[in-house]
Every structure is written in structure tokens, then in C-alpha cells.
């Protein structure tokens, strides 16, 4: 009988690993829904434009949308390239937008929301530490009882080709990270 419930367990496990592992590996979810078309225009080394749109739960209640580039590569691998305007919606319902720019050159917006009023506004562009270009991260909070009210703002700091920490975040009650929060801070969405 034990074999019956380690045999489930594996199988949930592997779904999960599954489902994590096209979470953190983008191409592996876009290479996974070329139609058969778009993978024979793409063996004959020809660029194809696409709107993707994938769920992301598994009852499909949710999911994200944008315009997708996927470019063939020489060494026969392929480049996923989203940009334009993204969405996200469950249940029909608009939770996020960004404008996917792939570019460090310029400062993107992202859009997420609460049933009514945009409950967050990310900034992602680009400054120099120490002569390392790094991507830094600004993820504006507005008060959900007074939406046109900056809450607080979380700064972060990743260096563009590692990914790795270039400073230490932190949070301030402004953009510009003048006004930093107060030692034993705690964030509270509702103050």
C-alpha cells in the first residue's frame, strides 16, 4: 500500500517542479506555445511577430498577454524577445500592465492593480555605480484608502549582467530615496 501515496507524492512533486520551472524560464513557456506554423516559418530561419497569451493559473482563470519576437538564432536556438504592451488579467479583470521595452537604456513603467486604482507604479531604468551600469528598481506603494498618495517606496539595486545585489535596498517616503524610513520601520498597507 505505501506505494500508492509515494507514487502521488512524486507526481505532485513533479508538477510543481514543472510549474516553477516555466515560472522562472520564460522561453521555455513561450517555446512551448509556437503553433506548428510559427516553428516551420522559424526552421527557415525567418523572425515571426506573435501575440502571446499563456494562462498562468492552472483553472485558466488567469493570464498575460503582449506582443512576442521570436528571432532564429545561427547556432539553431531561438531569442524570445516580448515587447510592446503587456497585460495581465484573472478573471477578466485587469491586474497589471507594462510597457516591455528589453532595453537599458530607458526607463520602463509597470502598472499593477486593485479592483479600481492602481495600487502600485514600478520603475525600472538604468544608473551607473562605480561605473557598472545597473538596473535600478523603484516600486512606488500608494495608500489602497487614498490611492493618489505615495504610501512608500522600495529602491533596489541589480547589476544588469549577474543579476547580483550592486548596493543594498532600501525604502524611502519618496522617489528620489531623500527621505528614508525610519529605524523599526514596518511596512503596513494600510497606515
Not at 73 to 92: A, C, E, N, T, Y
Amino acid at each position: 500500500m505505501p506505494i500508492i501515496p509515494i507514487a502521488l507524492l512524486v507526481v505532485v512533486l513533479g508538477g510543481l517542479g514543472f510549474a516553477f520551472h516555466q515560472v522562472t524560464v520564460p522561453d521555455g513557456e513561450y517555446l512551448r506555445h509556437l503553433t506548428v506554423a510559427e516553428k516551420a516559418s522559424l526552421t527557415k530561419g525567418q523572425s515571426i511577430i506573435k501575440i502571446h497569451r499563456v494562462p498562468t493559473d492552472i483553472r485558466k482563470l488567469a493570464y498575460n498577454e503582449g506582443p512576442l519576437r521570436v528571432v532564429p538564432l545561427s547556432d539553431g536556438k531561438l531569442r524570445f524577445i516580448p515587447f510592446g504592451h503587456w497585460q495581465g488579467f484573472h478573471k477578466g479583470v485587469l491586474n497589471w500592465e507594462a510597457e516591455r521595452t528589453n532595453s537599458y537604456t530607458s526607463v520602463t513603467k509597470s502598472y499593477n492593480y486593485e479592483p479600481g486604482v492602481v495600487s502600485e507604479l514600478i520603475l525600472e531604468g538604468p544608473i551607473l555605480i562605480k561605473g557598472d551600469t545597473v538596473k535600478c528598481t523603484r516600486i512606488v506603494y500608494f495608500n489602497l484608502l487614498r490611492p493618489s498618495d505615495t504610501l512608500v517606496v522600495h529602491h533596489t539595486f541589480d547589476y544588469v549582467k549577474t543579476y547580483k545585489k550592486a548596493k543594498p535596498a532600501f525604502w524611502s517616503y519618496d522617489l528620489a530615496g531623500k527621505q528614508p524610513v525610519e529605524q523599526g520601520w514596518k511596512f503596513n498597507r494600510f497606515p
